[in-house]
């Protein structure tokens, strides 16, 4: 077990900015963080690979995620720092891939878990209309709470951590499927499956019960909330709707700057485009950078749906690529995922 002492020698491992420095207050100094969202982007088994595939699909240099930098001693005992958003969820389970890689026993491993903090009055209904939770840090916690439970830490079962091992490398795998099928029937102490997969659900094309095919859920508010006049992505945002407010909870969890970077992917895709690009107003600044609208296609799509799935530019998420023409990964109408 540890002990309030040991906080100091420990390697600890935070899943956001604000936890990082949190800990760093409270004499943790040795402080991983690796703060990536994972809900959408490419994920591979292999470190080096993975780390390069998300530079790349980004397009950015800027160094958030530090859990495969060489710069790390991994000392044990390891913390992980973990509450209940769904990206640090996943985050979690490539923790503990990774430090099984490096060949750091289980029983030098600490899951400090934390559930959400119970919102005040005022937030609670905003809280409650929230589909997904993402939102939640362990720095919703204060400085006695952290301080209480790293005094009283103790090593999961090695069987809960081989499921962690597992559910990360069913999560980075090709094939969707197996990960699909324990997220629907679920694995003993992960909770977070069944919403997890609520969640991935939204970025892949539909295909209703007659047969036709339809943008995932996420591009169907995107493309509703555009038209055919300008819009940059920051006026998306502000029209105020139960569309915006549908897209902004998705982005919650994706982080806001996908937001722009999927209007790209919309505007760069194919020769006859379904959405147009123009310099927006402010070039220094990422939300109003471009502005966008849809094409005389893209109307005829968002109202009428795919003729096939390559119409829709492809989406890397966890393993696999939705949209993908190699892979044509279609979400059915009772949750699954099928080939077409």
């Not at 002492?5 to 040795?30: K, S, W």
């Not at 690529?321 to 995922?337: I, T």
């Amino acid at each position: 077990m540890l002990n309030l002492v040991d906080i100091g020698r420990a390697t600890h491992v935070a899943f956001d900015g604000l936890t990082t420095e949190q800990l760093l207050q409270i004499d943790a100094t040795d402080v991983v963080r690796a703060s990536d969202r994972l809900i959408i982007g490419p994920s591979r088994r292999d470190a080096l690979e993975h780390a390069r595939a998300r530079r790349v699909w980004w397009g950015s240099t800027e160094e958030w995620d530090k859990l495969y930098s060489s710069d790390v001693h991994w000392v044990p005992p390891i913390v992980l720092w973990v509450s209940a958003s769904l990206h640090e969820r996943v985050n979690l389970w490539r923790a503990c891939s990774w430090l099984r890689q490096l060949g750091i026993e289980h029983h030098d491993i600490f899951v400090l878990d934390f559930e959400p903090v119970p919102p005040s009055r005022a937030a609670s209904r905003e809280v409650l209309t929230r589909p997904f939770t993402c939102s939640e840090s362990v720095s919703d916690h204060s400085d006695e709470v952290l301080l209480e439970r790293v005094g009283k830490a103790l090593p999961w079962p090695r069987e809960r951590y081989d499921r962690a091992v597992r559910l990360w490398d069913s999560y980075v795998d090709e094939n969707p499927l197996p990960f699909v099928e324990n997220c629907l029937h679920g694995v003993e102490g992960f909770s977070e499956l069944a919403p997890l997969w609520a969640l991935l659900s939204r970025f892949f094309p539909r295909r209703t019960a007659e047969g036709s095919l339809r943008v995932s859920r996420f591009d169907e508010l995107l493309l509703a909330l555009l038209s055919t006049e300008w819009k940059t992505p920051l006026d998306l945002l502000a029209h105020e709707s139960e569309t915006q407010m549908n897209l902004w909870h998705l982005l919650s969890c994706t982080g806001d700057l996908f937001l722009p970077r999927r209007l790209e992917h919309w505007a760069d895709h194919g020769s006859s485009a379904f959405v147009e690009r123009a310099p927006g107003p402010r070039p220094d600044v990422t939300m109003k950078a471009f502005a966008y609208r849809l094409t005389e296609r893209g109307v005829q799509l968002r109202d009428k749906g795919l003729e096939q799935l390559t119409d829709a530019p492809s989406l890397p998420i966890a393993g696999t690529e939705a949209y993908s023409p190699s892979a044509p990964w279609v979400l059915l109408e009772d949750g699954r995922l099928a080939r077409l």
